[in-house]
């Protein structure tokens, strides 16, 4: 579904991205680790198209197709899906006008009509219930006042209502309690199919109890240095990230 | 002939044809005198460094229409908040238009100027309000000299108006240039309740200039709640002078929604002579082209334990100018004061300019004071955000535009005007913003 060779992002001239190498199969969970620094929220920009960000080598391809010069909306359109660490808040734009906004663009993108209204409506619900979303939550304005873990939930529920082909979480546990990330990582799992994938970005090991990955693969400073399988989260939530550091240098 | 001499010299014409207004004649002669002594405001004043009426001046305008035009209700409906019931003052080419409007005498007054000044049972309101307020501006003299129409709205003690007003004038294109002085005389009395809607509108390419003066009046208690459609053509300017006077526990909002026209100013005063008055003023300016909107305004804190509240936001397209000079004046017995001054903008072209401007002068010890400046681009982390969930560049922009504008709509306590406003704002914008308004 999703092959990466040799990515290579700047920012301002700074490289950030030195050659990463990544290949995501439908139904497959992977894991993506690192220290801070290592580029690994660049990383989820960049698949996500993020302007900011220059691809200066290398090619990523979705179905075979390469995206790289894909806006981040078409990309979003082919079905990519990025949950943000930090969430922008838009006042006056409610998260039901949102979601129904994004859904009706992508349908339009694709060729088809507005989704109806009662069809919306039902979605709606039922991925609130899934998510346990509180319904006054929905006509509140877009993560405006929200606390950490309530703009996460809502990142987790327009996942839910897009349905993406590959949903990319940035850093998704971070501000979350144990019961909200119980739901968040109930309400990923229930999403998951063999036709869709998933990248998981985290710093802990700690989510990764919940959503199980098949992968696990360490950035360090641009680069993917080690993959394994869960168990090598494991060994980095005990033993941190040094000893990766050191088996590099040698 | 220059404008000025031009109006100078109609102006013994007009004195031979109002015969019907002594109470305010020798108020006119004074007014003219002092318009002749400063002229029109040029940038080398303080208060006009940033808008030029230069190229206002040039026109060869008519002062006033040759003949009378009428127009059909169907064809400027639209203007008007039909979808509610409201009184009506409507005006075409500076004209009262009967057939257009729907006023009332029933325990108020909501009618004419031009009645108000000729029939002896309004002199002592006409006597004690006009031109009370209003001070001794040029462009204010101006129009108190040629001033002979307008809206008159008087509202007894006590007397909530059940609907909203709205004063519109309308501009047929009938002459080839046209200047117009309308005159609004508004006194609400102890814990009266109104809203009112102004409106100018040009219907015809044909330039038009208003020179407009509204003077109102807060008793104790009042609330009012003033809004301005500014919404015009590009061939028509104006010059828009409120001045407010509270009295004590009286709340008035002027909110002032500036999408359209050429050239627009708007000099907002407030003076508040009561205790516990409350003054609030919002603006939303979205501009594009050669656009031109000058927002100044003046909070006179005189009486202690007052609040006054400023909120505009603008948005600025192609080479658009807006100017914002707010100016908060404390006298030193108006303590306790609550004012909070805020002004937001984003640029969306490079071209685009904004002078903003906040002036504080204070002369208490025990206030509370703040305002904030902003001028930006739109967030680039914003877009990314939205642009990330399918939303193209477009549509992106204007939601977060929309957003931006948002909550000075907030406090719009007419629903359908508040609807009105949310889809000027879409169209201006230029997109659908695909989601119920």
């Known amino acids: 579904m999703l092959q990466i060779k040799n990515l290579h992002a700047s920012v301002e001239d700074k490289d950030i991205l030195k050659g990463i190498d990544l290949h995501v199969k439908p139904g497959e969970v992977h894991a993506i680790m690192g220290p801070n620094g290592s580029g690994k929220s660049t ?5 996500a198209g993020n302007e900011d960000f220059d691809v200066t080598q290398g090619d990523v391809l979705l179905d075979g197709e390469d995206i790289n010069e894909l806006d981040p909306e078409e990309r979003a359109h082919k079905g990519i899906f990025l949950s943000f660490q930090y969430p922008v808040e838009i006042p006056g734009v409610t998260v039901t006008n949102f979601i129904k906004t994004a859904i009706n663009e992508t349908r339009k993108a694709q060729g088809m009509e507005d989704m109806p209204a009662g069809e919306m409506l039902k979605k709606i619900k ?8 509180d319904r006054k939550f929905l006509s509140r304005s877009l993560n405006e006042g929200f606390s950490g873990g309530e703009k996460k939930r809502n990142e987790i529920f327009q996942m839910a209502m897009m349905e993406p082909k590959l949903a990319i979480l940035d850093e998704t546990d971070s501000g979350l309690d144990i019961d909200a990330l119980k739901i968040v990582a109930n309400g990923v799992n229930k999403l998951r199919s063999p036709e869709n994938a998933v990248i998981v970005i985290t710093h802990y090991q700690r989510l990764l109890d919940y959503i199980v990955p098949d992968f696990v693969h360490v950035l360090l400073d641009g680069k993917i240095v ?4 869960k168990e090598l989260a494991y060994e980095l939530e005990e033993k941190g990230y040094d000893w990766i550091k050191e088996e590099v240098k040698a | 002939m220059s404008l000025k001499d031009k109006l100078i010299s109609s102006y013994l014409a007009f004195e031979d044809y109002l015969q019907e207004d002594s109470p305010i004649h020798e108020l006119r002669n004074h007014a ?17 460094k940033y808008t030029s009426l230069n190229s206002l001046l040039k026109e060869d305008y008519s002062i006033f229409p040759k003949q009378e035009s009428s127009i059909e209700f169907k064809d400027v409906k639209k203007y008007f908040l039909h979808e509610v019931d409201t009184y009506k003052i409507v005006f075409v080419d500076g004209v009262y238009s009967s057939f257009l409007s729907s006023t009332t005498h029933e325990g108020m007054d909501i009618c004419l100027l031009s009645a108000a000044l000729s029939k002896d ?17 040029s462009l204010t003299s101006l129009n108190t000299a040629f001033a002979k129409e307008g809206a008159y709205i008087y509202i007894p003690n006590h007397k909530e108006v059940e609907k909203p007003v709205e004063i519109v004038n309308f501009y047929t294109g009938s002459e080839a240039a046209l200047m117009l002085q309308p005159r609004n005389l508004v006194v609400v009395g102890e814990n009266a309740h109104i809203q009112i809607i102004e409106r100018h509108q040009s ?13 109102i009046f807060a008793e104790k208690r009042a609330y009012i709640d003033y809004y301005k459609i500014q919404n015009d053509l590009p061939s028509a300017s104006l010059i828009d002078s409120t001045y407010i006077k509270q009295e004590r526990d009286s709340v008035c909002s002027v909110h002032t929604f500036s999408f359209g026209g050429k050239l627009i100013r708007n000099n907002l005063n407030y003076y508040q002579y ?5 003054s609030i003023l919002k603006g939303i300016t979205i501009l594009e082209d050669k656009q031109h909107v000058d927002h100044n305004t003046l909070v006179h804190h005189i009486a202690p334990n007052c609040e006054s509240h400023q909120d505009y936001k603008g ?9 914002f000079n707010g100016k908060v004046y404390v006298e030193k017995d108006a303590q306790k004061l609550d004012a909070f001054q805020q002004n937001n903008n984003i640029l969306i072209s490079d071209k685009a300019t904004i002078n903003a401007k906040p002036q504080l002068e204070i002369f208490a010890d025990d206030v509370k004071c703040s305002h904030g400046c902003t001028i930006g681009q739109l967030d680039e982390d914003a877009m990314f955000y939205l642009r990330s969930r399918g939303i193209g560049k477009k549509e992106a922009r204007a939601l977060l535009m929309y957003a931006f504008a948002n909550n000075v709509l907030e406090s719009v306590k007419i629903p359908e005007l508040k609807k009105r406003i949310n889809l000027l704002i879409a169209k201006k914008i230029g997109v659908s913003l695909g989601f119920d308004l």
């Open chain 2, 274 to 278: 009561g205790e516990h008055c409350d």
């Open chain 2, 315 to 323: 948005i600025f397209d192609d080479r658009s100018t807006g100017v």
């Open chain 1, 226 to 229: 080690k993959s394994g399988t």
């Open chain 2, 203 to 215: 219907l015809s390419g044909n330039p038009v200039l208003t020179n407009s003066v509204t003077e």
């Open chain 1, 43 to 47: 990383f989820a920009s960049v698949i």
């Open chain 1, 126 to 133: 039922e991925k609130a219930d899934l998510l346990d979303i």
């Open chain 2, 121 to 137: 049972k309004y002199k002592p309101v006409i006597e004690t309000y006009f031109n009370k307020v209003a001070k001794e501006e």
């Open chain 2, 32 to 48: 003219i005198k002092n318009f002749e002594t400063k002229g029109f405001p040029s940038k080398k004043e303080e208060a006009w």
